[in-house]
């Protein structure tokens, strides 16, 4: 969800970061990379949530967010991962990704280009129709992106369960609606840890991500 803007970004968004701000920027990344240095421990969340008209077979709508995992130093929760758009701006040639700590007042500031945007220009959210094998690629590519240290979540939209409800109660199908869809798993995770081992084993990482997105 976009960043309201707020007045300092007209100004902020002109400027890059001064020597001091943009070293106590890195000073905060190093400090977070080091408290998140196990190589099996995730530092992001690549979160699918399909729509009710998800089948493995065929094109499914679905939307894509990136999340930093537990990143507060406090041991709050998830905070969502928004991507810098100076490729798509045709600024420049960045499309790193800007992580919670280069969040404040209204703007964003990326720590590879060192550019502040407006809450308006980032994205953090990926809206697409796609087969399972679409799905796969577009996982992998992101993972790639997020250093290859991210949990896979798949979500599945609430109403499937309230729609197989209806119809149900309608066709008096004896459960065979309700229960298919109960089976569906609400939630499923692919672990980073997970994927390590599978990948040390041989496994292709594409592969594995479209076999975990079809079950």
């Not at 990143?71 to 928004?82: C, E």
């Not at 087969?131 to 991210?150: C, I, P, Q």
Request: aromatic share 10%.
């Amino acid at each position: 969800m976009p960043i309201a803007p707020t007045p300092i970004d007209l100004v902020a968004s002109n400027f890059y970061l001064s020597k001091e701000e943009k070293a106590a920027l890195e000073a905060k990344q190093k400090a977070l990379d080091a408290l998140l240095n196990d190589k099996e421990l995730s530092k992001y969340k690549i979160e699918i949530m399909f729509g009710k008209d998800f089948s493995p077979n065929k094109p499914s709508s679905g939307a894509v967010s990136f999340w930093e995992s537990g990143s507060k130093f406090h041991g709050g929760g998830d905070t969502i991962l928004h991507f810098c758009p100076g490729k798509r701006l045709g600024v420049n040639a960045c499309e790193a990704f800007i992580p919670d700590v280069s969040h404040g007042f209204g703007f964003l500031v990326c720590p590879n280009c060192h550019r502040t945007w407006n809450g308006d220009d980032v994205w953090g959210q990926i809206l697409a129709r796609l087969d399972s094998s679409g799905w796969a690629s577009l996982v992998l590519k992101y993972y790639r992106k997020l250093e290859m240290r991210a949990d896979i979540v798949i979500k599945y939209h609430p109403d499937s369960l309230r729609a197989a409800a209806h119809r149900e109660q309608e066709t008096q199908r004896m459960g065979s609606d309700l229960n298919r869809v109960r089976a569906k798993r609400a939630v499923a995770i692919y672990p980073l840890k997970n994927i390590i081992k599978d990948v040390n084993a041989g496994a292709d990482l594409e592969g594995r991500f479209l076999a975990f997105i079809r079950a």
